[in-house]
């Protein structure tokens, strides 16, 4: 090869490495540049794309059926590619600033219909989209040796199938979108059909905004009236690359069986273990305001407490003096039986406590007037002495109630915590100063999330260290959802050039 050969090829490589690196690692403040803008005045290819299907125009991503979504949604995604990394930027800048905007109407909204949780804390979540991490969290890996230099980056699937569940439906979506997008795909939505109306009223929203910065229209779509049909749907769909559910056991397994990839957040049932060594008065405020939150609605919230005898007073003397009201035993059994429908085991099998919907993300005064009680609406959260085999510790319950179960033993402790978590590796919580216990406990639960000395949101990067996501893919093992988590992994080699020393 000659020289002059040898400099072009160098020039034109170097040119595309720096063109990528750039692409991926510009900071976050800075504007979308002119190539976020809509490209129809240069050589007209996405002006013909645009006007190629009528069909999918003007809905901004609300769609009647999943064949529709998925159509346009791969037409974005087309066009997300073609307008860059800037584009990507400006999605997430436009979806993280609307959801703090809009968190009071959208909160409300998602209040009115889904009538579970609390108000202030529905807005709340909303204003947290902004601890989703975003395009800057995609950094390519590179390796450099005597062989010239290998790049490997992460790149996108296409279109990602996303079911959202009813406990936190704008949130889910509104990060979904950021990590989604982020990583460079489009996304299609079933919602919970009980919070599909204000899902689509952001997801309207969202595309309308984007279309007029960026000129894509339908980066994120929903079918407007989900069910299990388009469900399915959407998962068939030859267009959907990736399934990303959030939600209960049985939309986990549907997913797991359709044959596509699918990242599951699936459900949860976190357990507290406290020791003799712990700050009483902290681990009281911490499951207050952990199990509190949202009426308990987190799939990552405390729901069950197993303390150690020689604490249990004061816990729960520090737990009355800090907005919690405890139960006794005739008010727990009252709320239990409205709470639960136990069912007596078949052939011999134990009795199933089957949870009410009625009462699931209810107010404390709600549950309190089922227990015979009136309280002040004001009331964070009841509590009442149980043993280990009680529904509200075997369920995860999702009430603002939470069950304390004394224990001899840190061992007894950590093997009731184990045994009430059901295996789902999810989140896992413990109050304590002793390094052994605490090691024991994370060892032998092996959760996705295990949080010391503080609430459990604080393993959401909300009063602890990290960042957010309100996916957390638990059986299948991605963890806290973040953009690399919708990418593919490819390789770029150089051979023998490039490494520059
Ligand atoms: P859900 O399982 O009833 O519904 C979740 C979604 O799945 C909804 O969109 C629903 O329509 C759909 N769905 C349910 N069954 C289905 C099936 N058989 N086929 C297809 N789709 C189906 O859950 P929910 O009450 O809305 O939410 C609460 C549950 O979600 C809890 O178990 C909670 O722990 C879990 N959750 C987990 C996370 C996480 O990040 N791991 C986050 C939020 C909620």
Request: include cysteine; proline fraction near 5%; hydrophobic fraction near 40%.
């Amino acid at each position: 090869m000659s020289t002059a050969v040898n400099e072009t090829l160098i020039r034109d490589v170097v040119a595309e490495v720096l063109g990528r690196i750039g692409g991926a690692t510009t900071t976050a403040t800075q504007s979308a540049p002119a190539s976020a803008a809509p490209k129809s005045d240069s050589c007209g290819c996405s002006a013909k794309k645009a006007t190629s299907a009528p069909a999918l125009r003007g809905k901004f991503g609300v769609f009647a059926t999943a064949e529709e979504a998925c159509a346009a949604a791969q037409e974005a995604f087309v066009q997300l590619q073609q307008k860059g990394v800037a584009a990507r930027r400006k999605i997430e800048e436009i979806v993280k600033a609307m959801a703090e905007k809009n968190a009071e109407p959208w909160g409300k909204i998602e209040f009115e219909e889904t009538k579970i949780g609390r108000l202030d804390h529905k807005i709340a979540k909303l204003g947290l989209i902004k601890l989703v991490p975003g395009v800057d969290w995609l950094r390519p890996d590179a390796r450099s040796g005597d062989h010239g230099i290998t790049l490997e980056e992460y790149t996108p699937f296409g279109v990602v199938g996303a079911i959202t569940p009813s406990t936190h439906s704008i949130p889910t979506l509104s990060g979904n979108i950021v990590n989604i997008v982020a990583a460079g795909n489009a996304v299609v939505f079933n919602a919970h059909p009980s919070a599909a109306k204000c899902a689509a009223v952001a997801v309207r929203a969202y595309n309308e905004a984007i279309f007029r910065e960026t000129g894509i229209e339908n980066i994120a779509c929903i079918i407007e009236k989900p069910t299990l049909d388009s469900f399915n749907a959407l998962c068939k769909n030859e267009n959907t690359r990736l399934l990303l559910v959030t939600g209960g056991p049985m939309v986990v397994k549907a997913a797991m069986q359709t044959g596509k990839r699918a990242i599951c957040a699936g459900p949860g049932n976190p357990p507290v273990f406290v020791d003799d060594t712990c700050c009483p008065t902290r681990a009281a405020k911490a499951i207050i305001s952990g199990a509190a939150f949202d009426n308990n609605l987190l799939c990552i919230g405390e729901k069950q407490v197993f303390v150690l005898d020689s604490v249990a007073d004061r816990l729960m003397q520090r737990m009355s003096e800090n907005g919690a009201v405890k139960l006794n035993p005739a008010q727990l059994a009252s709320l239990t039986k409205a709470a639960f429908t136990i069912k007596e085991g078949q052939g011999g099998g134990c009795a199933q406590a089957h949870t009410n919907k009625d009462f699931i993300g209810k107010d404390t005064s709600v549950l309190a007037q089922a227990a015979g009680i009136n309280l002040p609406a004001d009331t964070q959260l009841l509590f009442g002495e149980t043993d280990a085999n009680h529904p509200f510790v075997k369920e995860e319950q999702m009430m603002p109630m939470i069950p304390i179960v004394r224990v001899k033993s840190v061992e007894e402790g950590i093997a009731l915590s184990l045994q009430s978590e059901h295996g789902y590796k999810h989140t896992a919580i413990i109050h304590s100063h002793d390094v052994e216990n605490i090691t024991a406990m994370a060892r032998a639960l092996d959760t996705t999330l295990f949080v010391k000395n503080g609430p459990s949101p604080a393993g959401l990067g909300l009063g602890g260290e990290g960042y957010l996501s309100f996916s957390i893919a638990t059986p299948t093992g991605e963890g806290i959802t973040n953009p690399r988590t919708f990418t593919r992994v490819r390789r770029c080699v150089m051979v023998d050039n490039l490494r520059i020393y």
